[in-house]
């Protein structure tokens, strides 16, 4: 330091000796020698890892992982942050909730040890798991995980409980991860996707932990407030310390504690980089000397001859570079910079310990007492008897104003300043050495927070001692959360700019900000953008995020938490989780429900999957009845088609699809009355097509005992057999469709026995042999034999088609005609009716005339006109003008073929 100089090491001038000078080494090679053959033997490993494809990076080769400090993310902190201004902010006499959250130490370690088993299959089965591609299949395990984890956390006193789990879920993914990364080549064709999916799990296991931390403490907060419940929070004693006026602080002020808070999440996110990312920077020093090049040249001046001798610095304490403005030796400079920047991260990281300890291991003991200097003063014996040891620095307020000074200045390292500001509190010194979102996040809450506590404590102390006055500038710029957030968004820096407009850092801010309102609406325009919509992953951890807000009643927005929650539920549709969809549809409200899960079955064809699919809404309560007819009424709603020509139109993959469709409500009796309706609806759309044969498979899925069901169960529900009118009305539709489909089917059947499978008589043979006419004989034997038997089925075929020919003309008051009104009747089936009633009937008519026509039953074919003609049945009503004049020629042909037989034109008389 420039003011009060402590010189560990002087060399006097013309002088070889040194005082408090170490034995030099014995080895023979020098350091930069060493240093040479290290940077050789790493390119040797380098080009032997390119050689033989060694899946992990050389860097990887030389990290030594650290354990992360455990944090309680409370007020209760750690003894090794820097960030504390006392060991403990929190005193024992706040409230056991309040002090007492534990966090798990595995979800604080993204290195945490996993089992020896688990290291060696991913080791040994790196390039199998690429090919598998675990980035995926790690997502679809979040889906489940997250899924069971609130099914076994459903009451509200175990959220907390359930954030654990979320993270523990994450961080086990974000691990699983780290290590197939690790041990990849970088060449191989998925590491990209898996190296963004990594990031995409740290940056939201960073946002549970947030939510946890923050949340947790706010509604502490409330409970205590809502209980009318104050904490003890009065100094006593006569002499109070720094440290205990700020412990007062933090349990006083929340918005100050919560500012703590934010810092402590964010130097642990930073802790949990370090520890994976950064090497030891005592790899590059072997001795606990500063300086050691600069202190071997100078040693060996005048010894040796130095072919690069220039101009170094002649003392050795920590002020002589400043001082003489000579420089040091180039590898101590470098060692000087890696030195700086490690400290700078460990205190980035929360670690003071560490970067203390670090000081001390490469000779620079003096930096880490200008490190320890930022404790807060506290003498516990001025108010006990016991002695105890007394902690912090009185002086701190000389100690900060000369910290303050040191980071103006403009000749030591960036890195340096930046040490020094962060102990005084000088922003603009600090933030050169800030890089990303969370760095200039944490620079300006460091800043806030220091303030506030600086204010605080020169408020209240009761010392006598003037204390030290900070510059102006100090006190000028009161930062608040929300300006952080402002001046962020306008950083210099365009990749911090960048960064905030980042969905997960925009979370993040509406978390810290407490602003709920802004978190939903920045939610749905992510969710209502349909050009970038939000990766699944993202949508997921929304999703759940909402569910926590619902939970803790801190959502504001109910109707866009629906619209994520209806997000997620289309995701979990398209990426088939058949097991998860009914869950999270049960969250919606009750039309919405109805509405996805309807979607969701429409999909699913294959029967075990339905009844399994059918399970878990009846498990989590869903409408199933309800649901089960929107499937059907859905599918059957789409493309309906158009008529075609002749008489049977084939079946089409989509019509497979509404036939099947009635398979949803056959799982369950209580719905055998709907399942009448909708296949009622489905055969009606059918038949106004001339799709015969898909009807006749609509009414073989409907069950044959349906009816009896229906009328049993109208029994035991209202004690009687009378059916209500809509399903009278139903089961009559019922019958008429399925005499419509008998008949259609037994002129099919007579249709293919009349013209195909008549006989064929043998032709006559001319001048055969008496061999050749004896078979022919036979043959003819056996024809006559064969015609009188067609001629018998014939007739009891013609019979039969007759019968259920006019069972559909004649139908008991009229086919296709409700027999009973209902109190809330479909206009739409009415018309549809109507409208096969004029399809059909005349159609089976024009039948009906074919085979007595056919049959040459040509007096029957007359006696037809009369039952058309019939005021009984009015079905004269329902024929157009074309189609009764084409019965009508029909009628002529009938009639002119009676005359050929000598009667009258209507067969009753003959002729004379």
């Known amino acids: 330091m420039t003011t009060g100089k402590i010189k560990l090491f002087e060399v006097e001038r013309g002088s070889e000796s040194f005082l408090a000078t170490p034995e030099p080494r014995q080895a023979d090679i020098s350091r930069a020698s060493r240093r040479s053959l290290g940077l050789n033997l790493q390119k040797s490993l380098d080009v032997l890892d390119a050689a033989v494809g060694t899946p992990g990076s050389s860097v990887l080769r030389s990290i030594r992982k650290r354990d992360v400090r455990r944090s309680t993310f409370t007020p ?104 197939i990364v690790q041990k990849a080549a970088r060449g191989q064709p998925k590491f990209q996707r898996i190296l963004s999916s990594l990031n995409h799990l ?60 934010v810092i402590d999440w964010l130097e642990l996110c930073a802790a949990q980089q370090f520890a994976s990312k950064y090497e030891q920077v005592e790899f590059f020093s072997d001795n606990a000397v500063a300086w050691e090049n600069t202190l071997m040249q100078l040693h060996q001046k005048g010894k040796v001859s130095l072919n690069h001798e220039r101009p170094l610095v002649t003392e050795m304490d920590p002020d002589a570079p400043i001082r003489q403005n000579k420089p040091l030796a180039d590898l101590d400079k470098e060692d000087e910079a890696r030195l700086l920047n490690h400290v700078f991260t460990h205190l980035r990281a929360g670690q003071l310990i560490e970067a203390e300890d670090l000081c001390v291991k490469c000779g620079q003991a003096w930096r880490a007492a200008t490190l320890e200097g930022w404790r807060l003063y506290h003498d516990p014996n001025y108010n006990q008897s016991d002695r105890d040891e007394v902690e912090g620095n009185v002086c701190r307020d000389v100690w900060k104003d000369v910290c303050w000074k040191m980071s103006q200045d403009e000749r030591i390292h960036t890195c340096e300043k930046a040490i020094y500001a962060l102990l005084s509190g000088n922003l603009k010194a600090l933030l050169p050495a800030c890089v990303t979102w969370e760095d200039w996040l944490w620079a300006h809450y460091r800043v806030m927070v220091d303030a506030r506590s600086e204010q605080e404590v020169r408020t209240t102390t009761n010392s006598t001692r003037p204390q030290q006055q900070l510059p102006s500038i100090y006190w000028e710029k009161k930062l608040t959360p929300e300006m952080i957030f402002q001046e962020l968004q306008a950083s210099p820096l365009q990749s911090v700019r960048e960064q905030a407009l980042l969905p997960y850092y925009v979370i993040q801010k509406c978390i810290i900000l407490n602003d709920a309102d802004s978190l939903a609406q920045e939610m749905s325009a992510w969710i209502s953008d349909r050009e970038r919509r939000p990766p699944q992953q993202l949508v997921r951890f929304m999703a759940h995020l909402v569910l926590f807000l619902r939970t803790t009643g801190l959502e504001t927005k109910e109707e866009i938490g629906v619209s994520i929650l209806e997000a997620y539920v289309q995701d979990l549709i398209e990426a088939d989780h058949k097991d998860l969809v009914a869950f999270y549809v049960s969250l919606l409200p009750q039309e919405l429900q109805v509405h996805w899960y309807a979607k969701f079955l429409e999909a699913v064809r294959v029967r075990e999957d339905r009844e399994t699919c059918l399970a878990l809404a009846h498990e989590v309560g869903l409408d199933v009845q309800l649901i089960t007819k929107t499937v059907v009424e859905n599918i059957r709603s789409r493309h309906v088609g158009v008529m075609q020509d002749g008489l049977d139109a084939a079946t089409s993959e989509e019509d497979r699809l509404k036939i099947e469709a009635i398979d949803w409500l056959v799982f369950d009796e209580s719905q055998r009355a709907e399942t009448i309706r909708q296949a009622n609806a489905v055969t009606r759309t059918f038949l106004a097509i001339k799709k015969h044969a898909a009807a006749r498979e609509v009414f073989h899925k409907v069950p044959s005992d349906s009816v009896s069901i229906i009328i049993r169960q109208t029994e035991l529900e209202t004690g009687a057999t009378d059916l209500s009118a809509e399903d009278d009305n139903a089961i009559r539709e019922f019958l008429c ?62 019979r039969a088609t007759v019968d259920r020919l006019y069972n559909v003309l004649l139908f008991t008051e009229g086919w296709m005609v409700d027999q009973r009104t209902e109190e809330n009747s479909d206009a739409s089936r009415h018309l549809q009716m109507e409208l096969l009633r004029q399809l059909c009937l005349p159609f089976v008519a024009c039948l009906l005339h074919t085979v007595l026509h056919s049959t040459s039953q040509y007096r029957e074919c007359l006696q037809l006109a009369d039952v058309i003609a019939s005021e009984q049945h009015q079905l004269y009503k329902i024929f157009k003008k074309e189609e009764l004049q084409k019965l009508l020629e029909n009628m002529r042909e009938s009639s002119v073929a009676l005359l050929d037989q000598g009667t009258d034109t209507l067969g009753y008389e003959p002729l004379r």
């Open 202 to 261: 740290v940056l939201e296991q960073n946002t549970w932990e947030l939510i946890r931390t923050l949340y947790f403490d706010r509604l502490q907060s409330n409970l205590a407030s809502d209980s009318d419940t104050e904490m003890d929070v009065g100094l006593s004693g006569n002499f109070v310390s720094d440290k205990e006026i700020v412990d007062d602080l933090f349990k006083r002020e929340a918005s100050t504690r919560q500012n703590q808070l």
């Open 737 to 798: 469709l399925q005499a419509y489909l008998d008949a259609q089917d037994s002129f099919n059947d007579w249709f293919q026995h009349f013209h195909h499978n008549k006989p064929t008589a043998p032709s006559p043979l001319e001048g055969a042999t008496f061999t050749d006419q004896v078979a022919y004989e036979h043959r003819a034997s056996q024809y006559e034999d064969e015609r009188q038997r067609w001629v018998q089925s014939i007739k009891l075929q013609t």
């Open 76 to 179: 209760k902190y750690r003894r090794s942050d820097v960030s504390r201004f006392g060991d403990s902010l929190l005193a024992s006499s706040m409230t056991t909730d309040l002090v007492t959250m534990k966090i798990d130490d595995s979800l604080l370690e993204p290195t945490a040890k996993m089992s020896g088993s688990f290291q060696d299959m991913v080791s040994s089965n790196v390039t199998m798991l690429l090919d598998a591609d675990p980035a995926i299949a790690e997502s679809n395990d979040l889906y489940r995980d997250f899924h069971q984890a609130i099914r076994d956390r459903p009451a509200e006193h175990e959220i907390f409980g359930l954030l654990d789990a979320c993270i523990q879920i994450v961080s086990e993914r974000v691990q699983f991860l780290q290590s």
